[in-house]
């Protein structure tokens, strides 16, 4: 099991209302990313983080921001929510293993507004 | 562009029986496929890795094939359980990526009945 946490697992709020879903893993990995991901979709990924201070978007374009204060910790805001942001939210980071990156998921915050 | 296609769609089977499930992919230049089982409500846990030189790996009831000439991947459960019920997503990675960015097939939604 890997040492990656995601808060709140659930989230229904209105819209228009600031959220923040946490994210943090104490495995000491550089790289962070944040994935989304409809019923019965991939998943996507909307931002990723090399690093402390770094910082990038993903290949889906998303309303949200993110930042990387400290290496463990890797939080997701959205500014003013709305029904299109209903979706999961998954978390993971990586090292690397066997030649390439093993990325490893939290249990993901699913974010229902209504 | 790269893609990861997955099939069936979803798969329904009796407890104690065997099945296999396909990935077709186009990331290029390849690195390596993994196969992660997502449980309903949570992240992916990888069950295995398989890098170009690699024809077959197993993970206990779990064996995965790669052709890397022909770019499919099989993921066969033998013995399925219960707990098998979850949805099996092909991953493939790309080389040379400093990201580790993963390419994500739909998954495959198997349901194991009793």
């Known amino acids: 099991e890997a040492d990656i946490y995601q808060t709140p697992r659930y989230l229904v709020i209105g819209t228009g209302k600031k959220i923040t879903l946490e994210c943090s893993q104490t495995?000491?990995?550089?790289?962070m990313y944040w994935y989304q991901q409809d019923p019965g979709m991939e998943l996507h990924l909307i931002h990723y983080?090399?690093?402390?201070?770094?910082?990038e978007k993903g290949d889906l374009s998303s309303e949200s921001t993110v930042s990387r204060i400290r290496t463990e910790h890797f939080p997701l805001t959205l500014e003013s929510a709305r029904p299109s942001h209903t979706s999961q939210y998954l978390c993971?980071?990586?090292?690397?293993?066997?030649?390439?990156?093993?990325?490893?998921f939290g249990p993901g915050t699913r974010l229902t507004v209504t | 562009k790269n893609q990861v296609e997955q099939s069936p769609q979803s798969l329904i089977i009796l407890e104690g029986k065997n099945c296999t499930l396909q990935?077709?992919?186009?990331?290029?230049?390849?690195?390596?496929l993994r196969w992660y089982k997502q449980d309903t409500g949570r992240g992916p846990v990888s069950l295995t890795i398989?890098?170009?030189?690699?024809n077959t790996k197993s993970n206990g009831r779990y064996t995965a094939t790669l052709d890397a000439d022909t770019k499919q991947s099989s993921l066969h459960i033998t013995a399925s359980q219960l707990s098998d019920s979850a949805s099996y997503i092909c991953?493939?990675?790309?080389?040379?990526?400093?990201?580790?960015?993963?390419?994500f097939g739909r998954g495959t939604q198997l349901t194991v009945w009793p």
């Open positions: 993971a980071s990586s090292k690397r293993r066997e030649g390439s990156y093993e990325q490893y």
């Open positions: 495995m000491g990995h550089d790289k």
């Open positions: 983080s090399y690093g402390v201070n770094s910082t």
């Open positions: 990935c077709n992919y186009t990331v290029s230049p390849f690195s390596n």
């Open positions: 398989m890098t170009f030189s690699e």
């Open positions: 991953v493939v990675s790309d080389r040379g990526s400093t990201l580790g960015r993963l390419y």
